[in-house]
């Protein structure tokens, strides 16, 4: 089993930065691909990004290209996803997740474990 817990979100102007981070907890986090997701009301999960096993390999979905970025630490089991020049579209329920997957994956299906979620709200 593997415990994910995301930082806070929060609000932030349009333009603004904000950077969450995802703490695991439990089996060895190294040996897990992470991402995050996001969900807006109404929508479907959508894919932000992912990183490998060691960070060697990073995938980004369109709408993070750019302005996010997703590192990770392995000596502190957390991974960060640094969001940077917000818009308001942005606003969602952002989802770090686990998976065991050694290849890039952005379907939700192949992530085995999830945090329970964290709003960020981007106001215009």
């Known amino acids: 089993q593997v415990q994910l817990v995301e930082s806070e979100g929060g609000l932030v102007q349009a333009g603004g930065s904000l950077r969450l981070s995802c703490a695991a907890s439990g089996r060895t986090f190294s040996s897990y691909r992470m991402g995050w997701f996001r969900q807006a009301p109404g929508k479907e999960r959508e894919f932000v990004a992912t990183?490998?096993?060691?960070?060697?390999?990073?995938y980004y979905g369109d709408s993070a290209k750019g302005r996010f970025t997703i590192s990770r630490d392995n000596a502190k089991n957390t991974v960060y996803l640094q969001m940077n020049s917000l818009k308001p579209e942005d606003t969602a329920v952002y989802y770090c997740?686990?998976?065991?997957?050694?290849?890039?994956?952005?379907?939700?299906?192949?992530?085995?474990?999830w945090g329970q979620g964290t709003q960020v709200t981007v106001s215009s």
């Open positions: 997740a686990a998976s065991s997957e050694a290849t890039i994956t952005h379907r939700p299906h192949n992530y085995d474990y």
């Open positions: 990183i490998s096993q060691t960070g060697g390999s990073i």
